[in-house]
């Protein structure tokens, strides 16, 4: 049973460009919530995706948004990118919204220049 | 607003030692609260959880201690191994209607 995962695992841009970032949920689930996890720091929620719809959003700003498809996987973008998004980007999937344990990814690392 | 605050943020114990990470949160609307355990790159994983209908849950080497009118939370590592080493983090929620708030994470070395 495969679990979360996310693609690409390692990547560098420069300031001003943009990124994008997928994730397969776990197997027989319906929702992928993502996180950004700062060097040092807890995972800070971005938002979640649930029946293809961003279902709540966190404390980030437009720049950050993202899709869910029909088949439960889910992609962030992130445009005119900042040294300050440098970080671990987590995708978190889980059943039902945000009811259920949540099952992380691996995380892409992300490195802005 | 950091709305779970997570102490201390790294621990070196002993084999055999019994860590103790604490975690205090300020909604008292939270009602799940979920530890999880991260290695060197790799996502969380969920170790144990507790609801605050109880005031301890055990899972094998982990313990769960829950003061609601202290709005305070640990995690009991018993038993310590060199493969507990990791970095241990709590979060809480409003289960089934907000995403997880994380602390900040422990980093624990175990000795051997």
């Known amino acids: 049973d495969a679990g979360v995962t996310q693609s690409p695992t390692h990547l560098i841009k420069t300031r001003g460009q943009q990124v994008t970032l997928r994730c397969s949920p776990k197997?027989?689930?319906?929702?992928v919530s993502w996180y950004q996890q700062a060097l040092g720091q807890g995972p800070q929620f971005i938002f979640q995706?649930?029946?293809?719809?961003?279902?709540q959003r966190g404390n980030f700003p437009d720049r950050f948004s993202g899709h869910q498809f029909p088949n439960y996987s889910s992609e962030l973008n992130v445009n005119a990118l900042l040294l300050g998004d440098s970080a671990l980007y987590l995708c978190?999937?889980?059943?039902?919204?945000?009811?259920?344990?949540?099952?992380f990814g691996e995380g892409s690392r992300l490195t802005v220049l | 607003q950091q709305q779970v605050k997570q102490s201390p943020q790294s621990l070196i114990v002993q084999k055999g030692g019994i860590p103790i990470i604490n975690c205090a949160y300020e909604?008292?609307?939270?009602?799940?609260f979920p530890w999880y355990q991260q290695f060197p790159g790799k996502g969380p994983a969920l170790l144990i959880a507790?609801?605050?209908?109880?005031s301890e849950k055990k899972e094998g080497r982990f313990t769960i201690s829950f003061n609601k009118s202290a709005k305070q939370f640990s995690l009991h590592i018993m038993d310590s191994q060199p493969g507990d080493s990791a970095t241990y983090f709590c979060?809480?929620?409003?289960?089934?209607?907000?995403?997880?708030?994380f602390g900040k994470g422990t980093r624990l070395s175990v000795i051997a």
């Open positions: 979060a809480a929620s409003m289960e089934g209607n907000t995403p997880l708030v």
């Open positions: 197997s027989g689930h319906d929702t």
């Open positions: 995706y649930y029946e293809e719809e961003e279902r």
């Open positions: 507790i609801r605050p209908d109880v």
């Open positions: 978190a999937s889980s059943s039902g919204g945000f009811g259920g344990e949540l099952f």
């Open positions: 909604n008292t609307a939270f009602d799940y």
